[in-house]
């Protein structure tokens, strides 16, 4: 019933049982974009503009690839939590803050610790339930700097929809375009996350292709978010495509399609072919394995399962507004449902009761570590970083946990 009442609302305004979520906050699921920040680093030692552009485009698929099979719904972060994390393996460090709550915007600030790049942005989840399916439009610009080369991309990330909330085994489609802009040189990468489709085919695929500023088609890009990423010479794809039409039709039927056969469940396709390489195409990703354990811990990747983790010293050094410390979530990390509940619900009656508070004061909320600004590339507006957070100067932060 609790469903039914709420179709077509924003999720962002609907207390969700804890059931429905993972142990980790959405602050931590916007880290997972650097999981596969190697794709990055290699652009500093390409001298060739559309080869960085190929790496790029890599990068904007991987970072999705975490959602395969995460049916978990990330907790909504309080207003002022923060989270940070450092790689020093993978030449990286990451500090995000929630900036808003009404509507809930997160805002993130990524440097690589040689110098070589920056990537930030701020993600607005919009969600929204349409009776077997929820849907999530991440609206927010992504931008990243190549500062060796003097470059700016900026991107947005695909329409995610988890099917059969209700009933039915729970399934992610990933789907829209994703258009990635290389400020300096006018190049840019279309990518098209394909929909399910009638019998299932496209399922998972992104066909997509770079383009420089008079429009010419330099190269292709095609695979799965799921799986791989590759790229080709556009002719060499054409022709690829046509002596693969010669069999669709008899493959088709033997195809089914999505939820073609069940009014209550939306079925994933059986059938998921693997990418169908294209001579002469080069490989720009592919997903690494989870670990043996990963179905029983929320089918986290090895990046995400470290997310979490409190190592010796680390308590002295974090602002006590870390998601690490978050009580709901370490207790349902824990196994401690009840615990997790009850800790939750705590944590969003002591947010309404400050803004409350802040209304009653006439007090604006004000943020520490990003501020309202101008992205210089697109013109709109977005969180900047206004630095000094990893100068550990920690005084005067909310109370939220």
Known sequence: MFFYLNVKQELSKITMPIAFNEPLSFLQRITEYMEHTYLINRTSSMSDSIERMRAVAAFAVSAVASQWDRTGKPFNPLLGETYELIREDQGFRIVSEQVSHHPPVSAFHAENLAGDFVFHGSIYPKLKFWGKSVEAEPKGTITLELLKHREAYTWSNPNCCVHNVILG????????????????????????????????????????????????????????????????????????????????NKKQKNVR????????????????????????????????????????????????????????????????????????????????????????????????AARKERAKRDEEWSTRWFQMGTNPYTGSQDWIYTGGYFNRNYQDLPDIY
């Open 169 to 248: 085994k729970l399934w992610i489609e990933q789907y829209g375009t994703v258009e990635i802009v290389n400020h300096s040189t006018g190049d840019k990468c279309v990518l098209n996350f394909k929909p399910c489709g009638m019998f299932g085919k496209e399922l998972h695929k992104v066909e997509g292709y770079i383009q420089d500023k008079s429009k010419k088609k330099l190269a292709v890009i095609y695979g799965k978010w799921t799986e791989c990423m590759w790229s080709v010479d556009p002719q060499a794809y054409e022709a690829h495509k046509k002596s693969e039409k010669k069999g669709d």
């Open 257 to 352: 399609s999505c939820g073609a056969e069940n009014d209550d469940a939306d079925d994933m396709p059986e059938v998921q072919e693997t990418v169908s390489v294209v001579p002469g195409s080069t490989l720009l990703w592919r997903i690494d394995s989870r670990p043996a354990h990963s179905s029983v811990m929320y089918n986290f990747t090895n990046f995400a399962m470290c997310l979490n983790e409190l190592e010796p010293g680390m308590e002295a050094v974090l602002p006590h507004t870390d998601c690490r410390f978050r009580p709901d979530i370490r207790a349902m990390e824990n196994g401690n449902m009840d615990e997790a509940s009850k800790e939750k619900e705590r944590l969003e009656e002591k947010q309404r």
